[in-house]
Antibody
Framework: QVQLRESGPGLVKPSETLSLTCNVSGGSMSGYYWSWIRQAPGNGLEWIGYVYNAGSTIYNPSLRSRVSMSLDTSKNQFSLKMTSVTAADTAVYYC???????????WGQGTLVPVSS | DIQMTQSPSTLSASVGDRVTITCRASQSITNYLAWYQQKPGRAPSLLIYKASTLESGVPSRFSGSGSGTEFTLTISNLQADDFATYHCQQYNPNSPTTFGQGTKVEVK
């Protein structure tokens, strides 16, 4: 059974770049859409973007100007970079797997990223 | 973007109850809808996709229905393990995927 695990810094300062990596184990990365989804404290879920195939990407239009994602199948991982963060970007960030641009059938445990000076 | 509105926001119920949660889309999404269960401090877990298809391993007391703009998640014979927050998600092609705000099922 596939397992996903997020890793990254525990704290990011305002105006800096948030960087996260998701390590995938127990399954192939080929043929799936790999996503980042976040959940601000007490709020609902917000999709950030997909990376798939050899590195094609689709981003949420509301975040597109600040987000980039990449895929490294040789390391079984994919990554998120979000620039110019503010306190509004404080959230639990999840990585997830999708069978196409559809539902998400496997999720990481999530990592809380506070944005604070 | 397609807006997803869940109701109610909170639902109080007892073990054994039949529970229904509604999710409405701001425009037709055919059957491109999924439901997730989320417990405190945990990631969401997929319950249903394509509006009514049960994910493997999910108990049969969970069911989904609907098409177009109105969808329901029903839990028949609510169990103690089912007290959680439930989210709907639309994945209509050519639109950014979006989630509802969540429905918390709490102990009455």
């Amino acid at each position: 059974q596939v397992q996903l695990r997020e890793s990254g810094p525990g704290l990011v300062k305002p105006s800096e770049t948030l960087s996260l990596t998701c390590n995938v184990s127990g399954g192939s990365m080929s043929g799936y859409y790999w996503s980042w989804i976040r959940q601000a404290p007490g709020n609902g879920l917000e999709w950030i973007g997909y990376v798939y195939n050899a590195g094609s990407t689709i981003y949420n239009p509301s975040l597109r100007s600040r987000v980039s994602m990449s895929l490294d199948t040789s390391k079984n991982q994919f990554s998120l970079k979000m620039t110019s963060v503010t306190a509004a970007d404080t959230a639990v960030y999840y990585c997830a797997r999708g069978v196409g641009a559809a539902d998400f059938d496997s999720w990481g445990q999530g990592t809380l990223v506070p944005v604070s000076s | 973007d397609i807006q997803m509105t869940q109701s109610p926001s909170t639902l109080s119920a007892s073990v054994g109850d039949r529970v229904t949660i509604t999710c409405r889309a701001s425009q037709s999404i055919t059957n491109y809808l999924a439901w997730y269960q989320q417990k405190p401090g945990r990631a969401p877990s997929l319950l249903i996709y394509k509006a009514s298809t049960l994910e493997s391993g999910v108990p049969s007391r969970f069911s989904g229905s609907g098409s177009g703009t109105e969808f329901t998640l029903t839990i028949s014979n609510l169990q103690a393990d089912d007290f959680a927050t439930y989210h709907c998600q639309q994945y209509n092609p050519n639109s950014p995927t979006t989630f509802g705000q969540g429905t918390k099922v709490e102990v009455k």
